[in-house]
């Protein structure tokens, strides 16, 4: 009878455990752009390494994740395959979703516990200005949702108003790419190429915008209310592991 009791215990934990497995999804949004529109081509894209490892954590602890851009479709990716990159390509279904990302109108944001949004130039071109996409992670967020992200995925959802008409980053420390890191690189031309800065674009709407002089070590995740945060690639598994952990409390 005991081994009997042991059983239907084993098979009802593991039942549960689909169940909620089931109904946990996590929304990642990414960008449909692929250049910055200058003569010279500069890449915009999404970074696989800000989106590949995420996603492999969140599906790895059991999540559902679908993805999101404002065209739907396929989008693309920079950056090579490697380590968990082309682990979670080859055997967690990564780039079927990457080709069969859902339009903003096919988003039920009450579907979602979580957005997250990685790097890349892409998203501050397409998501940042996407009054469908801003409403999707308002929406998320004022219902109790978790809003994570790595690089210039901050700048994505730095114009996000909520329904108190304030921005969502207003009052929180946020990491994202800093201005100062941004300047002295070429892959944007010192970020002329951009819309907006990400640092600058968080403190103007009124975040306590992070950069390397005001952050502990450069690669910290921020955690602030419901909004988990990076500003470079290496930490970006690290943010929705925090994103997780959050919830799971």
């Known amino acids: 009878m005991k081994y009997v009791y042991s059983i239907l215990l084993v098979l009802f934990i593991t039942f549960t ?15 449909n752009i692929t250049d910055m529109g200058d003569p ?36 693309e990716f ?27 109108t096919q988003i039920s944001p ?6 997250y949004i990685g790097g890349g130039y892409g998203p501050l071109f397409d998501v940042a200005n996407n009054p469908n996409l801003l409403s999707i992670i308002a929406e998320i967020y004022e219902s109790g949702g978790i809003v994570g992200a790595g690089g210039h995925g901050s700048g994505a959802f730095a114009n996000v108003k909520l329904s108190n008409g304030k ?4 009052g929180k420390r946020v990491a994202g790419f800093p201005d100062a ?21 968080l403190r103007l709407n009124g975040a306590i915008a992070l950069n390397k002089t005001t952050i502990k070590h450069k690669h910290d995740v921020v955690v602030d209310q419901n909004i988990v945060s990076t500003m470079f690639l290496p930490s970006a598994a690290l943010v929705a592991k925090e994103m997780i952990d959050l919830y799971e409390k």
């Open 110 to 115: 009450t579907d979602y516990w979580a957005v």
């Open 17 to 31: 455990y689909a169940n909620a497995a089931e109904s946990k999804k996590i929304l990642i949004i990414v960008s």
């Open 78 to 104: 920079y950056m090579d395959p490697i380590g968990i990159s082309r682990y979670t390509i080859k055997y967690e279904g990564f780039m079927e979703k990457a080709h069969h990302t859902f339009t903003p």
């Open 167 to 170: 921005f969502l980053v207003n």
């Open 181 to 201: 890191t941004e300047q002295s690189k070429t892959w944007a031309k010192q970020g002329t190429l951009l819309p907006f800065m990400v640092e600058s674009q």
């Open 40 to 75: 010279e081509k500069h890449d915009a894209r999404n970074n696989l390494w800000e989106v590949a490892p995420p996603y492999h954590v969140f599906v790895s602890h059991g999540y559902k994740v679908d993805f999101v851009s404002p065209e739907g479709g396929k989008v």
